[in-house]
């Protein structure tokens, strides 16, 4: 009762700090994103497996932010967001901070532009996943990012269960004490660049990070490019290189759309790589039904045994509301022979397939607030 007691008050403060703040030139605003439902996965570690997932069409997500005026154009910006798991209540992904998923505080200018401080998005997220090129937005989800027989790349990613898991960074990855420049458009241009501090002492660039971004937009037609660079601090050994590099286009004809992807990796510490190349559409029959399809090929180069793999999704959406829609969707991976299959998202212990088939189903609800 004290901690709830404790709770209540806080909020109770914050709540009337944010009206306050609303009072004036500014605003403050709460949103957030809740998604769950039930996957059937065909072959888990050599079994099928029926499970309540959730987070899988989009992160769930609470969030704030705010916006101050500050006259001529500029305001003052700031963004935090916690992801959890909606079947537990807890914080994701595990080992990170409240605000794990973004905070950050910056300025931002009609004319100049925006800077910001704190852990925040790079560009392979800005750049790429937010234009609209990958199909993971709209087609599967977390299940439709990257993933597959390339275990061997050991990305030095926490918890190590994400060694090669969202290897090329676009759902989400964050970079810790870094700044950030975004430009305002420019004849449909936009460019940005980020930086993130390695904070180690006399050795400046030592476990630092490196990311830009290039887009293009004009009417229904947009094209993107990025570049990351992160080097993990490793202990008692020298610090890993992962390198991303990726372009994308995405092309609306009104109710038909289309995107296209390529994205890379190379862990500079054992020379593994791994190329990708997708293409995916949606189709919006009327107000509240749309299909979504998109396959994908994956490559890993003779590090990781020349492995690849194929993978289909697909997804239908019901929209119940501005705010609120179910929705099926089932992928398919098939690997080379002698490979095992395992499609993003797939978090079970032991949750790769057994063969070079892995099948899944899915149903679930999502709403945003």
Same mark, same amino acid.
Do not use: C
């Given at each position: ?84 798991? =909606? ?25 100049? !532009? ?24 709209? =087609? ?50 936009? =460019?940005? =660049? ?76 054992? !020379? !593994? ?64 022979? !002698? ?31």
């Amino acid at each position: 009762m004290r901690n709830l007691a404790r709770w209540s008050t806080a909020l109770t403060i914050f709540a009337m700090a944010a009206q306050a703040y609303a009072d004036t030139s500014g605003s403050v605003t709460l949103y957030g994103v809740m998604d769950a439902g039930v996957t059937y996965i065909s072959n888990s570690g050599g079994h099928g497996n029926l499970k309540f997932d959730d987070g899988i069409m989009s992160p769930n997500m609470l969030g704030i932010k705010g916006d101050e005026d500050l006259g001529g154009g500029t305001h003052a910006v700031f963004d935090l967001v916690n992801q959890f798991a =909606v079947g537990t209540g807890a914080i994701q992904p595990p080992g990170k901070g409240i605000f794990g998923r973004n905070a950050w505080v910056g300025l931002a200018d009609d004319r100049y !532009g925006s800077i910001k401080l704190g852990n925040q998005y790079d560009f392979m997220v800005d750049s790429l996943f937010f234009s609209r090129t990958d199909a993971a937005m709209t =087609v599967g989800g977390l299940y439709n990012f990257r993933a597959g027989p390339f275990q061997k790349i050991a990305l030095p990613y926490n918890p190590p269960y994400a060694g090669q898991f969202d290897w090329d960074r676009m759902s989400g990855e964050t970079v810790t004490n870094s700044v950030k420049y975004q430009s305002p458009s420019l004849n449909g241009f936009r =460019v940005g =660049v980020l930086y993130g501090f390695g904070g180690v002492p006399g050795a400046f660039g030592s476990g630092d990070t490196i990311s830009a971004g290039l887009n293009f937009d004009r009417g229904p037609f947009g094209v993107a490019a990025a570049y990351t660079e992160v080097k993990y601090l490793q202990a008692g050994g020298p610090q890993v290189g992962v390198r991303n590099w990726g372009v994308g286009a995405h092309y609306d004809f009104g109710q038909f759309s289309t995107s296209a992807l390529i994205t890379t990796v190379r862990n500079t510490a054992n !020379g !593994g790589a791994i190329a990708q190349g997708e293409i995916g559409a949606t189709y919006l029959f009327n107000p509240a039904v749309q299909l979504g399809i998109d396959y994908m090929y994956m490559k890993g180069n003779g590090y990781l045994d020349n492995n690849h793999a194929h993978q289909v999704s697909a997804a239908l959406d019901y929209f119940l509301s501005k705010r609120t829609f179910v929705y099926a969707a089932a992928v398919y991976q098939r690997t080379n022979s !002698g490979a095992q299959a395992l499609i993003s998202g797939v978090l079970d212990v032991n949750g790769t397939s057994s063969s070079p088939n892995q099948f899944l189903g899915r149903v679930g609800i999502e709403t945003r607030f």
